[in-house]
């Protein structure tokens, strides 16, 4: 989002899905293990860490996501197929 912010050239920027659907959801497969040591605190979850992540501008989902919404060009969501999960957060943070 930063790089076609600053790119005169983009015009505006287009979200799609490259397969059969938009967006199929978040893969949580894994679990979410690989955020225990961002999460935790001698073992337990830790609310305050939680916190600072999910509103941190370089590590939360949703500061992400809002780069969308606050995107000085316009955003166009282009949904085809399924759109949960993920996908709707994409969605709904698009300006047009």
């Known amino acids: 989002m930063a790089a076609a912010s600053a ?3 983009v015009r505006v920027i287009v979200l799609r899905g490259a397969g059969r659907a938009f967006c199929a959801g978040f893969d949580f497969g894994e679990g979410f293990h690989h955020w225990d ?3 935790t605190t001698a073992g337990r979850w830790d ?3 939680d916190f600072a992540i999910a ?3 370089s590590q939360g989902a949703v500061p992400r996501f809002m780069s969308l919404w ?3 060009k316009p955003v166009i969501a ?3 197929g399924w ?3 993920g996908g709707s957060d994409l969605a709904l943070c698009a300006t047009w």
Do not use: F, I, Y
């Open 7 to 9: 790119d005169e050239r």
């Open 37 to 39: 040591a961002q999460l």
């Open 47 to 49: 609310p305050g860490k």
């Open 55 to 57: 509103t941190s501008q």
């Open 70 to 72: 606050r995107s000085p």
């Open 78 to 80: 282009q949904v085809h």
């Open 83 to 85: 759109c949960v999960g």
